[in-house]
RNA sequence: GUGGAUGUAGUUCAGUUGGUUAGAAUGCUAGAUUGUGAUUCUGGAGGUCGCGGGUUCGAGCCCCGUCAUUCACCCCA
């Protein structure tokens, strides 16, 4: 019998990993819900024609399908088997597929839902999603994301909301250098006017390239995409214009003055950054990106992107503006903008970074330990009482050797042990042992948990 | 889908031009300490060297295959 393994790209999460992964969790939902996010559940799997089509040939590679039940080969024609085509095979024999992303599975429920949803609609989703690509790092198979997103209003108070919300999310975290990276599709939309291309989207996936390939690669796969050295030599003018915020703003508008989408585009922006400021927001943290492009081809308004600087992970959050996701589910005319977080990046980053706290190894506050038979019995009430102060306490299970029970103890962090002995149970008097500063004194009951429900 | 790297104890790794019985650290376990953990000292358990084949008198080491892990590309959060 081989040893036991779990898929390539998954993980486990041990009590340890768990504990780091809620505080990060508990953080995002708290932030959801202050900004009027309620929460929704979606199933593991959504049907096939749910899904493909809406991440482009690629995505549509990446999508784990869900084999059908019973004998799924039986009435597949057999001229189809024949062609050992798997793209013909897969709509035969498979009609479900588990979710790629929370966005899609969304749209699909509010179009589904139409009739007793009330617009705008905020709803917040952490749920796990699936991608059948070659792990590597920062890149899991199986990942969790958490998403907010508002449906039923073009307004942007919501895109600078988003970036609120963000800026709260990194803060309750402790992560402090971090960037939100921001663009608008329509901005880049105005670029490619410039290059006289129609080849929008391909122009897109080589200029998000740039912080990463660098301006020769980007120039060279523009090139060989078909696009004209005048061209992309204008794109780039604009790609490596520095200033400030407003500068960059400037500089755009002259360079768009025939372009109604690149005007369009600067305006939105604009306009995000003004209703920030009258939040009482600064700036800090945001920076306009041009070249900021992002891959899923349903934005077509504010793009946002998070990196936390310093650390060799990609992006940890990402969102923007569609205004016509649910129109391919038969809806058309909703406006969206949400903002997805990657926990497990998060995690790494957080991890590399040893940004959790202490609080987030969460485990009992104290462990009772004890002699024989019947100092575990009476150690029984001590613990009831304790966890009705709302103590976290457990006692230990087995009548062992003292160093045992505090091996445990201290393997597993607890801050606190009530050591009870025949003499502690005569005057009540219990010894409370501190692990950290290996000091100890003898109180009541009473007084300890007192001093546990400060010190917790 | 393409390319590189790595597979030796529970874990992290060492292992000489191919040479006798494969090591260390850490962890686990028992004791020094019959009411005190994380530090100290002593003992013990733990390995089909990923798997299959080949070369050789002899393979952990060389060759071929295979599987797994991992990094990168493509792509993407």
């Not at 768009?256 to 690149?262: D, L």
Request: glycine share 8%; charged share 30%; with cysteine.
């Amino acid at each position: 019998m081989d040893k036991p393994t779990i898929p390539k790209g998954t993980r486990d999460f041990g009590p340890a990993q768990m504990a780091k992964r809620q505080f990060i969790f508990d953080n995002i939902r708290k932030v959801f819900q202050k900004y009027g996010f309620q929460p929704l559940e979606t199933p593991a799997m959504e049907n096939l024609s749910t899904l493909t089509g809406k991440y482009g040939e690629e995505g549509d590679q990446l999508l784990f399908k869900v084999l059908n039940s019973g004998d799924y080969l039986k009435d597949v024609d057999s001229s189809k088997l024949e062609t050992k085509n798997s793209k013909l095979l897969t709509s035969e024999i498979s009609e479900k597929g588990l979710r790629y992303d929370l966005t899609v599975p969304f749209a699909r429920y509010v179009v589904m839902n139409r009739g007793e949803i009330t617009f705008p609609f905020k709803r917040y989703q952490i749920q796990p999603v699936w991608r059948a690509d070659r792990p590597q790092k920062g890149r899991y198979r199986e990942f969790y994301q958490c998403d907010a997103d508002v449906v039923g209003t073009d307004s942007l108070i919501c895109e600078a909301e988003i970036v609120l919300m963000i800026k709260e999310v990194f803060k309750s975290l402790g992560i402090k250098d971090f960037t939100i990276k921001i663009n608008h599709r329509a901005i880049l939309s105005g670029l490619a006017e410039l290059t006289g291309s129609q080849n929008e989207s391909s122009l897109f996936v080589a200029v998000d390239k740039l912080d990463k390939i660098g301006e020769g690669k980007v120039k060279e796969e523009l090139r060989t995409r078909g696009f004209e050295g005048k061209g992309i030599d204008s794109v780039f003018a604009i790609l490596n214009f520095k200033g400030s915020t407003q500068q960059k703003i400037d500089f755009l508008r002259s360079k768009f003055s025939n372009s109604e989408k690149g005007k369009k585009g600067i305006a939105d922006f604009e306009e995000v950054l003004s209703l920030l400021q009258s939040y009482g927001a600064t700036e800090q943290h945001v920076e306009f990106d041009i070249s900021l492009a992002r891959g899923l081809s349903y934005y077509t308004g504010c793009i946002f992107e998070v990196k936390i600087n310093n650390v060799a992970i990609g992006s940890v959050s990402g969102g923007g503006r569609y205004d016509n996701l649910t129109g391919v589910f038969g809806l058309p005319d909703v406006s969206g903008v949400g903002i997805s977080f990657g926990v497990d990046r998060l995690y790494d980053a957080m991890e590399e970074l040893s940004l959790f706290p202490k609080e987030a190894q969460a485990t009992s506050t104290v462990m009772i330990a004890h002699f024989d038979d019947a100092t575990l019995r009476y150690s029984l009430h001590i613990a009831n009482q304790l966890r009705e102060s709302g103590i976290a306490t457990e006692v230990y299970p087995d009548v062992t050797k003292l160093k045992k029970q505090l091996d445990y103890a201290n393997k597993k962090e607890i801050p606190f042990v009530i050591v009870i002995g025949l003499d502690e149970m005569k005057d009540g008097m219990l010894t409370l042992k501190n692990m950290e500063k290996g000091e100890q004194e003898k109180l009541i009951l009473k007084d300890i948990g007192l001093k546990l429900a400060v010190g917790s």
